[in-house]
């Protein structure tokens, strides 16, 4: 079997590859996106766990289902606001939606 | 014991407001889409009201689900605090949605009612799925809730940025608690912090680094520095109702499981994370009273403001492993203390700068001459978040500093006292708007609708009577064995 | 090499390459069809776990329901193939990759340090017992996750409708 | 009993201004009156305790415990009492503030929160002088920062804002610092005591303190460490070199009733603490460090002097009077002798009323000629002979003229400096020398600032002023009247102090 | 009658209080107040000397203050000293009361005068019958503030407040070395009463160096009372009070105060030979200097107060050379005659419309019949002409500069008493003789440096001025307040009969210390009191005495009366000199220089200091703080990805902190 270890690695770089994104993409589409990969990565951490973990059990899988689902009413509010914000602005540029600052 | 033969009925507060919020917006759904709905607001009142009163009859002998739903008084103070700033938040919203049309009501006050329910599930869980749904109800919401003045470009893009870096703070917790249930196998809290010294010793790097990012993603949520950003901006875009839910409920909610997690999961492994915590705290207070010196705009200086005051609460949960009980009645007492003073100033505040049509200090300027009573009690709760004596706040603030001082941080609390002396400035800086300046082009009367007048009323009287008389709480408080663990 | 460790090594690169063709690509459509294939490929590694259900969840949730409903979001907001222009922020995108790029190597470096026993054989979780869990020790998140898409769905429809009027 | 005459007293403005509140703001005579009569009440009490005080007795008068609130193994009690230390600032505080009341009659701006804010403060002052408990203490000593904050920044002038600010922050800063001192002292008693005993009494804790039953925990280098820090907390109040600089600010800001009520009593807090606190509960460490006390003092003095001497206005020349004339406290508590301690208490008490007339008569010259430039001023004596004639006397009496109460705490002062033991204070002769200086200097600028202000030709501008007003007298002459009798006949202060005196010098062995 | 002594003061302080609560409805006849007080103390002052001669000490206290186990009381005591003394002061006060009742009437806040007279005179009264040092110095500041008070008397003239504040400060530096002084005494013996020190002096209870040091402390107090040099420069500048108070406090009574002081502290001062020492060459020098400087004056009332120095300096040179009776029995002859010689120059001054410079008058000797005798005998008296009073005690300080074996005190002091008779008989030549020179030249004077180093041109006219700010319509110009060419005329009673009562005085004053009848004033003085034994002087030191003074008033007939040395002689010999002196050796300037001027800069150092350091810093902490806030306000760009980085960067540096505090760096 594949060490475990391999699993969390690959989890540990989409969990990075996620984060840079939503840190440096402009587009909001893409960030969000870049926010699914993250918990898809952690979905891969429970998941090895779960199968392949030192105490390898059912409640891994559990977890990854109920971070599916979190994971798509995020998404699901997040592209309305998305929407909703484009609306106003007419733009997806993340670097354009800085009205609230200082 | 099983989940399968637990006391289930100790479920039934949560039970029955998941029924009144869907009731809330079933009634919504059958009275058209548009339009005022004020009977709404009152019918989620009350549910909250309702729930109270369940939790306290019917949580108060304890009990716990398995060993992922506890609950113990922790859970119930906690729950009873969230419910009263809760219906305090609707009350305020009374007022604030009659002003704001384009706000669906019902919607509102059903999703509100949903975020609750998730701040109750996050309290009172054991268990890092239960408390990550929790958790997850209460985001989602609020992060609907702050982008409901969807016309509203401040709104809408206060929502974005709460929604994605929210979510990247949930995708750091579940990270976190990843390694928490695979090197364990078991996502109970208890069982995790029996096991949790030998994990420390055994996987050093990643269980520090599964604690700093599950700490990442909570300091995010209890916004403390340097997770705070998004705090200034989203209180701003949000509908005023909905940054004062964020700043209390979402806050007090968040600092519970805080506690929880780090109660139950790190407690063996306090010197861990207890420098962690101190350094947070003093760097949150140092920064949230620096940065709100210059502001001018009120939701933007309160968001400031409730950082320093999460750094204030963050000092006793530093001292917890030193102090233990003492560390929850301080940080309970603090939480009251901070629910009422920030709760009656928002009233204050909803109501001011919906009247001015602006955010801006200067719309305060002169409220004493316009309305006393608002400016008086403003004056009380602003005197009370700055800690100053025959207020809450001042107690809560002592409360902490003796913890601190037992729990030999003294450094610790030297820099909370020095950093509430400079909170007076932007403190007093309100003061001085209401009392010392002039009232701009708008100088007749303010008229308080009685919504409001209730919150700030209740909020007065108790800022000022626990200033007074804090033993009324800190009796019944040292009666109770918070978690059965110390 | 086992066909086990091929097959994880092609899977795992292909959920990196897309998930760096999502960040890298110049063309929203191509990102988002990038973005999944790389939910595509971690469906894949669970079925290599033996996580069968939660592949099969991961496929119908992920690359059907989020992954249309990426596409929907951007069918309704900019679709056009513009770019924004130039990136003013170059700090940010170094400071980024630098901050990332350390984040990673602690991490590898905490999960490289861990001295894990390999499994000779994965855990095989039955459909039945996900349920019985689901439906017993985890029943309030279970119902707390319903009041959650329902909270999700109401909050989705009221920010993302579209008014008469406008 | 927990309602007995103290917390009466205590507790009384507040009432009164419980009871204004519910005035409307138009009936401004009805709130004056109010305001005069609360006051007033108050004085008939703290004169009823005055004349009840059993002199010569050691220990407390009055005193009462009731049990207030506990945190964890905290327990904070509500402990009052009287004894001959903060008697005299009692009576002080009545006076002043009954004074000032009467004083601010001429206010027309926004009366009720004026007298409203006043009440409060006085609850605060009187509460300060009859805590016996440290929180308790704390407690009232904040107490009076909002009240005086809305004074200076509501009826204060052209730089109000600034200096109301500095003032609830600076101040502020010493309470905070007196507070984290008092947090420490009580958790090493509690350590010293071997985790058995917690309290926040005074009097308890300066027997721990005494005695401890751990003497481990409480080195030489913690207790200096802890005294230091009171120190500092308490001179900022005071306010002591170099952190005086908040003074004269509110002071030139702050309306003439708070002028008189800061000068007056507040900066006796800062006096009346380090003596309670400091040299009631460390002694061997104020002994300790008493040639910094005193070097402070005499900095205070000279520095104070100096910077009066070059002033251009009234006011600030007035409120850098003060700076000097604290220094004399210091300079009394340094000398750890019956006398220098009883001077420095009869300067809090003698400076009070002095420079609340001080700053009465400046208001009063202000209101007429709208200005306080000293330059700008001049003749006053022609235009006004009655008040100049007070300001004269005002004057004089801050010079220390024998028969006006300055003179009696300057001289015991000097007793105590001069015959200071050579162990506590090597380089007391110095100090006492450089002191007399001061009183050279005190002469010079109040004298020169009479010569400029009242004296001279008349200005054109200033004929026909209107002279003192019927209600102009209660003030001038009370105040007058006070530093008359204790300057002609100190022994009415000095027998109900001398007893408590002796009791804490004793602790010395001095 | 001796236990109700403590009424001699009392009844001019009810004369203060009456006239400061009704006196200005008395007006004019507030002096009548004054003056019946007055006389009630003086009557009662001689019952009590006569009751004292022969009789006990007496002495009343009450506690005062207690601190501690000590206890200061206060009270009055009657003592043979005093005694004299309250005759002396309330005969002195009684006439000037009197005098200005007249020299007075027309100024509006008469009322106030009188209540300053009355408060003074309680004041003096009261410092004299203090039992005890401490209730000295108490009346000792209470006398310097009515001098403050009296000689700002007319505040609106720019030089009397100044004047007024000069006098003040002045004397304060000389009473803050008294009070270390005195406290450094009370912490050796426990006690301000006399009794109990001179006890401990005698007792050897004080080491030597520390009665030195004291005695020279409390000598601080005296020099700057009497005006001894160096801080006798506020004296001629305290000329800008009223003639009368220049009469009663600048000449006989407070001035005298730092003489008495030396007096009752003499038990103290002859413990240590070095104090003594000190204070015969102050009184030495300082009669010396200030006899110099008179010789030059043309104000009529500075001869005056430079002469009263030189005597005051006599005085103290008696005292400090064992001649407790000499000096203290010239204190009283001094009081006399010098309040005549003031009181006369008063009356001068009112009948020629207020001018005070001597080349303004002249001619007066047929027209001022009596002021001009009376002042004929003060200046016999002051030159110590035979047998007036001022020969006697003269001839006593001679006595005891000769017998204490100086020979430089004994010559400076027959210098001086030379140099006094001259300059007494320039004046009165100047004054008396000749012809009529005012009238017609209003100031001519004007730039004379000789007039007031502060320049005052309308000295010469300045007494008795009116405000000219006071009452439009009834202003009068001094020079227009009599018809201006009415020439000078003897004024009323109330002004000559004060004149013939201190005449007399001047002439029979000597009588009580006649060495024929063994000296029946030393006996008394000396009662009681251990002062050593008294110098006494032989005859031929009278002749030597009577020579000087002789000698001095020929060279002053000389050069003022006959003419016949020009009156430019010295003056155009020594120009250096002659400028020197009309500069008062330039001693103000001095002093301005290096006192005043270097003090008030440092205070502006300071000052700036304190703006820009001190509280420079305190801003500097403010502003620093809220711009930090600033600054980091503005890292809120708005950016939700910067928000993003600045939490990951800040969650690295928590695991980096984590990783140190576990110890994995090191």
Redesign the interface.
Known sequence: MVPITLFLAL?AIL?CI??YG?LTRRH?VI??AS?EI??N??NI??V??SAI?????I??Q??SL??IT?AA??AA??L???I??Y???NSIDVIK?D???? | M???DANWSL?TPEMVL?AL??LV?TIDFMTGIHGKKPFIGKLSVLSLLVTAVLVLFMNNSGGQ??D??LIDSFAMVFKLIILVGVAMVIMISLHYLDRNEEI?QG?YY??LL??T??AM?MVS?A????L???L??LS??S???V??K?????S??????Y???G??????I??G???L???????SLLEIGQVMPTLFA?????M??S???M??GFG?KISI???H??A???Y??APTPVTAFLSVVSKIAGFAIVLRVFTFGFLGVHE??V??IA??AAVTMV?GN??????KNTK?LMAYSGIAQAGYLLVPVAALPF?G??SI?MILFYSIAYLMMTLGAFAVISLVTEDAGTNDLSSFAGL?QRAPYLAISMTVFL?SLAG???TAG??GK??I???A??ADM?WL??IM??M???S??YY?GF??QM??TAPKANDEELKVPTSLNAVITVALAVTLILGI???IV?DVF?TFNWFALF | MTAQMTFFIILALIAIVSSVLVMALRTISHRVVSMAFSFFAIAGLYFLLGAEFIGIIQIMVYVGAITILFVFGMMMTEHRNIGFGPDPRKIQQVVSFLGVATLLG??L???F???LPTTPQPYVGSVEAIGLELY??????F???A??L???L???V??ARKEADE | MMLNILTWLVFLPLIGAIIIMTIPKENVNVIRSLAAITSGIALVISLVLWAGFERGATGLQYATTAE?????F?QINYEIGLDGLSLPLIVLTTIVTTLAIFASFSIEKRVK?FYLWTLVLLTGMLGVFVALDM?LF???F??T??PM??LI??WGGKM??YA??KF??YT??GS?IM??TF??M??KAYEAMNMQETTFSMIRMAEIFADPANPDVLTGAVKGALFLALFVAFAIKLPVFPFHTWLPNAHVEAPTAASMILAGVLLKMGGYGLIRVGVGILPDQAARFASLIALLGVINIIYGALLALVQTDLKSLVAYSSISHMGIVLLGIASFTTAGMQGAIFQLVSHGFISALLFFMVGAIYERTKTRTISELGGLSKSVPILAGFTLAAAMASVGLPGLSGFVSELLAFIGIFGASAEILPAATVFGVIAGLGIILTAAYLLWAVQRTTFGPMKEKFVGLADARPMEYVPMIGLLALSIVIGVYPHILSDVINTTVIDIVSKIGG | MIQNAWLIPVFPLIAFLILLFIGRFLKEKSSYVGITALALSFILSVMVLFERIGGETYTYVIDWITFGELTISMGYEVTPLNAMMLIVVTLVSLVVHIFSREYMHDDKRIHIFFAYLGLFSFSMLGLILAPNVLQLFIFWELVGLMSYLLVGFWYFKPEAAAAAKKAFLTTRIGDVGLLIGLVILFNQTGSFDYADIYAAVEGGMINETLITTIALLIFMGAVGKSAQFPLHVWLPDAMEGPTPVSALIHAATMVAAGVYLVGVMYPLFLASSTAMTVVAYTGAITAFFAATMALVMTDIKRVLAYSTISQLGFMILALGTAGYVAGLFHLMTHAFFKALLFLGAGSVIYAVHHRQDIRDMGGLWGKMKITSITFLIGALAISGVFPLAGFWSKEEILASALLNGDGFLFTIALVTAFMTAFYMFRLFFKTFTGEYRGGDHDDAHANDPGVDAYGAADVAEADNPRDDSMDEETHVSPAEDHDHHDSPKENSGFMTFPLIVLASMAVVAGFVNLPFLGYPLEGFLTEGINVGSQPHGELWLAFVSLAVAGAGIALAWAMYYKGSISEDYFASKAPGVHKLLINKYYLDEVYTAVFVRPTVAIGRFFWEMDKSIVDGIVNLIGRS??S???T??R??N?Q?Q???L??I???I???A???V??GYFG
């Open positions: 989890a969990f996620g984060l939503v909001l960030v969000l926010i993250m918990l990565s952690v951490n429970l090895a766990f973990g030192p105490f390898a059990n409640s891994g559990v977890f109920f971070i979190v009413a995020e509010v997040g309305a606001i998305l909703a914000l609306r106003n602005r939606h009205l609230l600052r200082w | 099983t989940a399968f479920l998941a919020a869907l917006f689900i398995a992922l739903y669906y919607e059903s999703i949903f975020a329910l998730g599930i869980s268990d890092l799925i239960t990550f749904i929790g997850e109800i989602i919401s992060y609907a809730l982008g409901f969807k016309h509203h470009r401040h809408t893009e206060a929502a974005l940025k929604v994605i870096l979510g990247a703070a949930s995708a750091f579940l990270y608690m990843s390694f249930y695979g090197l364990t196998g078991s996502t055994d996987y050093t790097v990643i520090t680094i604690l700093i990012f700490l990442v995010f520095v340097p997770f950003m998004w200034p901006d989203v701003e875009g861990e994370w420098m962690i350094v947070l920064l620096i940065i709100a010196l210059t502001q933007r102090i009980t003492f009645n004493f005197v100053l004596p025959l001042f107690i002592a409360h500093f003796f913890g001082a037992a003294l609390a030297i006292i020095v509430s002396v400079v007076f400035f007093f003061i001085k009392f010392m008389l804090p033993n800190l040292n | 602690i991490m470096y905490g999960i340090s861990m001295d017993g020790h985890y029943f309030i998140a119902l707390g996750s009041f959650l329902t909270s999700a109401i909050g989705a009221v920010i | 207030w609130f506990n945190i964890g905290l929160e929180f704390f407690l009232f904040e107490l920062l909002i904050f809305f920044g509501i109000k804002e109301s600010f609830l922050l502020g800063l905070a507070f984290m947090i420490a009580f958790y | 703080t809220s930090t806030g600033r980091a306000g890292r809120h708005g939700l910067t928000y993003g600045v939490s960067l800040g969650g540096v928590v695991i902190l984590a990783f505090l576990r």
